[in-house]
């Protein structure tokens, strides 16, 4: 079992920046890899990146540049660090336990997911 929650989401003008950060409990070593989605209104979840036990990232088109994900050491905890944000950045931001696959080419989502935090970015 693996528990999720979400934390730091909040009201940031366009350009702003912002980290919202996942608090991973549970099995952490059974975790190959944590991913951050995001759902805009009306539309389905997209991947905004993901990090690997082994640091391997990978990031969405629409967010590359501008976003870093990390891990602390223990692995309790994932960031994601946002800047130069847009308002379509807008959407609840959910982090998951799931797979990067070895080239860092793909994530595969697993079944634990956190309850999302809402990031709205105002123009």
């Known amino acids: 079992q693996v528990h999720l929650v979400e934390s730091g989401g909040g009201l940031v003008q366009t350009g702003g920046s912002l980290r919202i950060s996942c608090a991973v409990s549970?099995?952490?070593?059974?975790?190959?890899?944590m991913g951050w989605y995001r759902q805009a209104p009306g539309k389905q979840r997209e991947l905004v990146a993901a990090?690997?036990?082994?640091?391997?990232?990978l990031y969405g088109d629409s967010v590359k540049g501008r976003c870093t994900i990390s891990r602390d050491n223990a692995k309790t905890t994932v960031y994601l660090q946002m800047n130069s944000l847009k308002p379509e950045d807008t959407g609840v931001y959910y982090c998951n336990a799931g797979v990067l696959d070895y080239n860092g080419k793909y994530y595969y989502p697993g079944d634990y997911w956190g309850q999302g935090t809402q990031v709205t970015v105002s123009s």
């Open positions: 990090v690997s036990s082994e640091s391997t990232t």
């Open positions: 549970g099995n952490i070593d059974s975790i190959n890899a």
